[in-house]
């Protein structure tokens, strides 16, 4: 392959923005498949990180953003209203449970539309502390990234006042007591019940499923018990799908495998089919105000607020959420086959198109094998797949939502192949050096 493209990034793209993994030189995409330079066609199990959730260059939003640079009525929504943000802000409520007077918050990324929702907790209920979980991420700048874990597990500052509190790992149980998994469920509660009932904290933040921390899924009833004790004191229940919903793990929004409706709820990467639009949907008291204290001056633009309006419907008219059920089951089936025949696969977890898995040393201990986890990605590439890892040992496998049983099929096959190799030894040290990852 030819690495020209790649070696002229590295001259000129600052490094502060890198997340690399592999030298990945890409110059078209279509659906789950993107062509490197050189023309070789790489199966994508990544959806760019979920952003690219219903393939690349679907028609629907092609033809959406076609239509809306044709003559866009100005280039934002902070001094103007025009039809398509009022549209997708419609239709947004329209698709996302919840009662009272709500109001929609538009933004460019996911990180945005956390920040300007914390910022405005604060400000609503006149309390300043947030609760957040370790090995969490919910954006890169601002108030946001100051209540990462993952951001703070690199050396960001956190948050003055923040409490990062136990996510339950099903796989790992951070508690002790005939049943693990539930004493880890109820001492996690119990933590958070603690600081709750300090009364000084503004809301509490949550992944449903805890994506660059490891692709953790929790244990079922978590998230319901979480928001009673939340509603106890009274404090907002923010569910960050930025992620993980949208279709992704067999429902629309993620927080509904739990059967609970959050306070608050932030969406971002897919929910612009590619372009950068994020959105949170809460209620009018908090989010209304106060006026110009969230300032982005082409957020809500018709251009990407045309193509949210697109994924919308189509999400709905094309049913992802089922299709995304559908494969994930036969991509779990096919994965959890795997892992009977490679004992450094710990773990294999997750809901529709949102899946991790673990790789481990052996089974037995099940020590994270964080350098298995490197080569993998890096030997998979190799084979003609784009997967990367998340929590240090967990390959996150997050294809687009039109994925085909073909595609899933040889997904598996690939992935199967490059741990195998993994274990082999035919990935060497020196060749995934320059690539840190996470």
Not at 258 to 283: E, N
Not at 301 to 326: F, H, K, S, W
Request: glycine share 12%.
């Amino acid at each position: 392959m030819s690495n020209s493209l790649y070696e002229r990034d590295a001259a000129v793209v600052a490094g502060i923005e890198k997340l690399r993994f592999f030298p990945l030189a890409v110059t078209e995409g279509e659906g789950s498949w993107l062509v490197e330079e050189g023309g070789r066609r790489l199966l994508d199990l990544s959806a760019t990180w979920t952003a690219s959730g219903l393939g690349h260059g679907h028609p629907a939003v092609t033809e959406a953003v076609t239509r809306a640079l044709r003559k866009p009525p100005g280039a934002g929504g902070l001094s103007a209203v025009h039809p398509d943000a009022v549209g997708f802000a419609e239709e947004l409520l329209a698709l996302t449970p919840g009662s009272g007077d709500r109001r929609v918050y538009f933004g460019h990324a996911g990180s945005d539309a956390n920040d300007v929702v914390l910022r405005a907790c604060r400000h609503a209920t006149g309390r300043h502390r947030i609760v957040t979980f370790q090995h969490s991420y919910h954006g890169g700048v601002g108030v946001a990234m100051g209540v990462s874990g993952v951001h703070i597990d690199a050396g960001a500052d956190a948050e003055p006042g923040l409490y990062l509190a136990t996510y339950p790992n099903p796989f790992r149980p951070h508690a002790d007591g005939p049943d693990p998994v539930e004493a880890s469920v109820a001492a996690s509660l119990a933590e958070i019940e603690r600081e709750l009932s300090k009364g000084d904290v503004a809301c509490l933040m949550v992944e449903p499923i805890l994506s660059d921390g490891g692709l953790v899924v929790p244990p079922r009833g978590f998230l319901r018990r979480l928001h009673q004790v939340c509603r106890s004191y009274d404090v907002p229940l923010v569910c960050d799908e930025v992620k993980m919903g949208l279709g992704r793990p067999g429902v629309l929004h993620a927080f509904q495998l739990d059967d609970v409706v959050p306070d608050i709820i932030t969406f971002g990467k897919a929910i612009g089919g590619g372009l950068p639009l994020s959105a949170a949907v809460g209620p009018a008291a908090i989010l209304d105000g106060p006026a110009a204290s969230a300032l982005l001056t082409t957020a809500g633009n018709p251009i990407c607020t045309a193509a949210g309006r697109a994924v919308l419907r189509t999400l709905i008219a094309e049913d992802l959420p089922g299709q995304a059920a559908a494969r994930g089951e036969r991509f779990l089936a096919g994965l959890r086959k795997l892992q009977q025949e490679l004992p450094t696969i710990g773990d294999v977890r997750g809901h529709g198109l949102a899946i991790g898995l673990e790789l481990v040393t052996d089974r037995e201990t099940n020590t994270p094998d964080r350098r298995a986890a490197q080569k993998a990605v890096y030997r998979a590439w190799q084979l003609g797949a784009v997967v990367f890892y998340v929590g240090g040992n967990v390959l996150e496998i997050t294809p687009p939502l039109v994925i085909t049983d073909g595609e899933v099929d040889l997904a598996v096959e690939i992935l199967g192949t490059a741990i195998a190799d993994v274990t082999a030894g035919q990935v060497p040290d020196e060749l995934v050096a320059p690539f840190a990852g996470w």
